[in-house]
């Protein structure tokens, strides 16, 4: 990101109440992260292991968690928490404008909007529905009845929160679907990325836990429980009745199986398959999906045997 009128080191650390180390009066015309910096942009690091990479990198200004020796012609600014500090300054130059509520089209009775939300034009919102506070919705969102949302939510475009369940009864020559009458409900500070779809549950509730992420294109199914703070890449596909416990991370294209329990902590691979419930605390890959180092041993033996023959 570009700033449009450059201001020096001095006035950044100024702006953020932090210590800084080099030229004051250098100038910062961009804001960007590691691997896409050129001269003049700020970047941050906060992990040891990264320092060599973002203090020799085409960045000019550093915010660090420590005070380092830094190349000639750089400067850095020193914080507790350099990507709080980053996210500070894009919000400060880079403000999103924001909608009037009227350009919604919000359909159905008993709707209730928090205050400081924000609905971008396009979304549909059906009956009995609430929104929170300081909640964002992108455009062409589809909020289905029964859909319930906290404060502090990000739900990005072309969301469908609420259809109906993937549920039938096969009758031989055709299929009696299951009339979902269940809810989604979406806790405090959860943000969905675009293109994804929450079903409602078939009689119960569809719960997508405090503090969760969610990335774009993915499907959770009827009644599904995510706890709190669950982090969840693209393209991941999670059956119906499926219980997420809390903190668990899910890499991309994982595709998880129905009436499952995945422990709290774990982490599943990316591209893994799930068919049965994981405990927490423990690295999976695989499918069927086991535990990482288990799975690389087994791979490694397969590999060294082929070569044997």
Known sequence: ???????????????????????????????????????????????????????????????????????????????????????????????????????????????????????????VIGSHVSIGKNCTIYPN???????????????????????????????????????????????NNVEIGAACTIDKGVSGDTIIGEGSKLDNHIHIGHGVVLGKCVLIAAQVGIGGKTIIEDNVVIWGQVGITKDVTIGKGAIILAQSGVGKSLEGGKVYFGSPAQENRKALKEMAFIRNAAKDH
């Open 141 to 187: 969102a589809v909020l289905y009845d029964d859909t319930h949302i906290g404060d502090n939510v990000i739900i990005h475009a072309n969301v469908v929160l609420g259809a109906h369940a993937f549920y039938y009864k096969g009758r031989g020559t055709h299929f009696d679907k299951m009339i979902s009458c269940g809810r989604v409900i979406i806790e």
């Open 1 to 123: 990101m570009k700033i449009s009128t450059p201001i020096t080191v001095a006035e950044l650390a100024k702006f953020l109440n932090i210590p800084f180390k080099g030229n004051a009066n250098l100038p910062v015309s961009g804001i960007n992260e590691i691997h896409k910096v050129v001269p003049g942009d700020l970047t941050f690091v906060d992990l040891a292991k990264y320092y060599n990479k973002a203090l020799n990198s085409a960045a000019t200004t550093i915010i660090i968690n420590k005070e380092v020796d830094f190349p000639e012609g750089k400067a850095i600014l020193i914080a507790a928490d350099p990507f709080a500090e980053y996210i500070k300054l894009v919000n400060h130059f880079k403000k999103e404008e924001k909608p009037s509520l009227t350009n919604a089209f919000i359909k159905g009775e008993d709707v209730q909007i928090g205050e400081g939300s924000q609905i971008y034009p396009g979304v």
